[in-house]
């Protein structure tokens, strides 16, 4: 079946350490994205990828890197800069106005 | 500063009525506005989109409208079901690969 595919599903982590949050998708779609979700509040844009070897900082880059060496997966890594690293973890593909979402990672710090 | 509000509080409504979600904005020129669904743990599903020239869609049981003059998107669903109970997200496409999200509204369908 198409569809992205996000792991792990649950993910736990000391402070101070890195942690990368895996998305693979076979749905043939170029754009890629990264959203954060806490509760009480929206979405929010981590980063973007519009094309492969390419993506852009979102609205809460900070402590985070993630890279798109291949058109199917776009991982997200959670530095330790991040101060506040617990929350769901959103990925998803875009393709004519509609956001395809992975069904999340949930990260908590120890 | 842009914004994007949905009712903070649930929605409890009964089993056959209709459920009525508000989605305002301020700020945005919004290309398009969309609503999707989303149960716990779980990632969100796209529901409907509309575009800022359409005052009205239909999927189904469900309606969307969109007042570009009132800055406001209603969203019903008709006939509501036990199994529509789940977190209604807007969503405003702004342009540039963006799509700016609202907190969501929690709906309970009672039988």
């Known amino acids: 079946d198409g569809g992205i595919t996000q792991s792990p599903k649950y993910l736990f982590r000391k402070e101070g350490q890195n942690v990368t949050l895996s998305c693979e998708q076979n749905?043939?779609?170029?754009?890629m994205y990264w959203y954060r979700q806490d509760p009480g509040q929206g979405l929010r844009l981590i980063y973007y990828?519009?094309?492969?070897?390419?993506?852009q900082k979102g609205d809460i880059a900070e402590g985070y890197s993630v890279s798109r060496e291949k058109k199917e997966s776009f991982p997200l890594t959670v530095t330790s800069a991040q101060k506040n690293p617990t929350a769901f973890y959103l990925c998803?593909?875009?393709?004519?106005?509609?956001?395809?979402f992975g069904e999340g990672s949930r990260l908590t710090v120890l | 500063s842009q914004k994007i509000e949905q009712n903070s509080e649930a929605l409890n409504i009964q089993e056959g009525k209709t459920a009525t979600l508000t989605c305002n904005y301020t700020?945005?020129?919004?290309?398009?506005l969309q609503w999707y669904r989303q149960d716990p743990g779980r990632g969100p599903v796209f529901l409907l989109l509309?575009?800022?020239?359409?005052k009205e869609k239909r999927k189904e049981r469900l309606k969307v409208t969109f007042d570009t003059t009132l800055k406001q998107s209603l969203f019903h669903i008709t006939a509501s079901q036990p199994a529509d109970s789940a977190t209604y997200l807007c969503?405003?496409?702004?342009?540039?690969?963006?799509?700016?999200f609202g907190a969501g509204t929690r709906l309970f369908v009672k039988a």
């Open positions: 700020n945005y020129s919004p290309a398009y």
């Open positions: 749905l043939n779609h170029d754009a």
């Open positions: 990828s519009q094309i492969v070897n390419d993506f």
């Open positions: 969503a405003l496409y702004t342009g540039g690969f963006k799509t700016i």
């Open positions: 509309i575009r800022e020239n359409e």
């Open positions: 998803a593909t875009h393709r004519q106005g509609e956001l395809f």
